[in-house]
Nanobody
Framework: QVQLVESGGGLVQDGGSLRLSCVASGSIFSINEMGWYRQAPGKQREMVATFTSGGNTNYADSVKDRFTISRGNAKNTVYLQMHSLKPEDTAVYYC??????????????WGQGTQVTVSS
């Protein structure tokens, strides 16, 4: 069974930092894309930062220069280092991956989410 497990959320003050981790496990042939999304109360889920299939990174404009996505050596782990956090960054952060779990079939997977709360 394929799983994405996030960790690292919590409560932090305005201007603080947090680091999120996500590990993909299970029967995975390869990882096409992997990254982070977030959903604030009453808002749609939005992309925060992702690795593309070519290994490039994409960031939402609202987090550029404050957040950094990185990968572990095994490529099944992604991190999101968040600096200069603002109250508007408060949301549930979800790990997402496009995985090859059967030949020629890529499927999206989501983690359970981790809460990030930034207090003013």
């Amino acid at each position: 069974q394929v799983q994405l497990v996030e960790s690292g959320g919590g409560l932090v003050q305005d201007g603080g930092s947090l680091r999120l981790s996500c590990v993909a496990s299970g029967s995975i042939f390869s990882i096409n894309e992997m990254g982070w999304y977030r959903q604030a109360p009453g808002k749609q889920r939005e992309m925060v930062a992702t690795f593309t299939s070519g290994g490039n990174t994409n960031y939402a404009d609202s987090v550029k220069d404050r957040f950094t996505i990185s990968r572990g050596n095994a490529k099944n782990t992604v991190y999101l280092q968040m600096h200069s956090l603002k109250p508007e960054d408060t949301a549930v952060y979800y790990c997402n991956a496009i995985l090859l779990v059967r030949p020629n079939v890529f499927s999206p997977y989501w983690g359970q989410g981790t809460q990030v709360t930034v207090s003013s």
